[in-house]
């Protein structure tokens, strides 16, 4: 059974840099076809895609965060993580870990989701 | 980027009505349409892909269609598990959500 399991500090001040990372159980990040991504939902708010990456390192990015955004990848841990620079509060969010599937053609979902981590940006 | 404007914002309706929540894209994304179902403090869950392909393990009373820039979730008889907010993506681009539908008890 594929598990995403999701970790990092509960509190960021503003300016800092937001740190996540994502242990993935079940299936070998390496091993699989997958992209493996970052979604956050900001209080009482819709989703937000982040980022992704593959286990080759390669990544893509939401290019309204674009260049705060840093996704790696650590296949000996089976982990990949999250690096958000000079967060505002408007970063205060619930960051979720997921696997990013393709169903054919093209067509990207996320099928697995890790539980979510509260990040609140405050001083 | 391509905006995702899901209607209602949010919805009452009782157990074992039909209830139909609406996605509209900015541009046409053809099928490259994807519904999710999340519960209150819980993540999505993905209930449809592809506009109308139910994911694995989902009831069939959940159904979707649509292609070009209009698509619809249709819940045939809501069961009490079923009251939680639902979110459409499109993945023709660079992936983006909508802003979800909250579907209450009434």
């Known amino acids: 059974q594929l598990q995403l399991q999701g970790s990092g500090p509960g509190l960021v001040k503003p300016s800092e840099t937001l740190s996540l990372t994502c242990t993935v159980s079940?299936?070998?990040?390496?091993?699989?076809?997958?992209?493996w991504g970052w979604i956050r939902q900001p209080p009482g708010k819709g989703l937000e895609w982040i980022g992704s990456?593959?286990?080759?390192?390669?990544?893509y990015n939401n290019p309204s965060l674009k260049s705060r955004v840093t996704i790696s990848v650590d296949t000996s841990k089976n982990q990949f993580s999250l690096k958000l620079t000079s967060v505002t509060a408007s970063d205060t969010a619930v960051y979720y870990c997921?696997?990013?599937?393709?169903?054919?053609?093209?067509?990207?979902?996320?099928?697995?989701w890790g539980q979510g981590t509260l990040v609140t940006v405050s001083s | 980027d391509i905006q995702m404007t899901q209607s209602p914002s949010s919805l009452s309706a009782s157990v074992g009505d039909r209830v139909t929540i609406t996605c509209r894209a900015s541009q046409s994304i053809s099928t490259y349409l994807n519904w999710y179902q999340q519960r209150p403090g819980k993540a999505p869950k993905l209930l449809i892909y592809a506009a109308s392909s139910l994911q694995s393990g989902v009831p069939s009373r959940f159904s979707g269609s649509g292609s070009g820039t209009d698509f619809t979730l249709t819940i045939s008889s809501l069961q009490p598990e079923d009251f939680a907010t639902y979110h459409c993506q499109q993945s023709y681009t660079t992936l983006t959500f909508g802003q979800g539908t909250r579907l209450e008890i009434k």
């Open positions: 997921a696997m990013e599937g393709s169903m054919g053609a093209g067509i990207r979902v996320f099928n697995y």
């Open positions: 990456i593959y286990y080759s390192g390669s990544t």
């Open positions: 079940g299936a070998s990040i390496s091993s699989s076809s997958h992209y």
